[in-house]
């Protein structure tokens, strides 16, 4: 308690990383800050994810990680449009309330753009 650190040590344990990523409260998150950027993010996949990035990190975003998430964002739309089932999964997790408007493959990529976002060291230790 009386002492304080700027970072963590860092460890072998990836019990951080698989919680971030599997457990169902976020993935509920991720699933919302995707439907949040969809709604308030801007007009084109660019701003949306530019936003999404200000969001969780407080920080502008670089042309290098928005460049990544782009190519994620249009890998993940594929996938889903192929695995409908999978999208559905997805987006049922949780009692958060989505916009069905949206569509369950657009949801789905966007959620995990938004795990993507949630799981960046920037977010995490921000």
């Not at 800050?33 to 530019?50: C, H, P, S, V, W």
């Amino acid at each position: 308690r009386d002492l304080c650190t700027v970072s963590r040590a860092t460890t072998t344990t990836p019990l951080q990383a698989l919680v971030l990523l599997n457990d169902p409260v976020y993935v509920e998150a991720a699933k919302m800050l995707g439907q949040r950027m969809l709604k308030e993010g801007g007009k084109d996949d660019a701003q949306r994810i530019t936003f999404g990035h200000k969001l969780c990190t407080g920080q502008d975003i670089d042309k290098k990680r928005l460049t990544i998430l782009t190519g994620l964002l249009a890998v993940q739309r594929s996938h889903f449009a192929a695995h409908k089932d999978a999208a559905k999964k997805i987006v049922s997790v949780g009692d958060a309330k989505l916009d069905e408007s949206l569509g369950d493959v657009e949801l789905a990529s966007w959620a995990t753009v938004g795990t993507v976002l949630l799981n960046m060291d920037r977010t995490i230790r921000r």
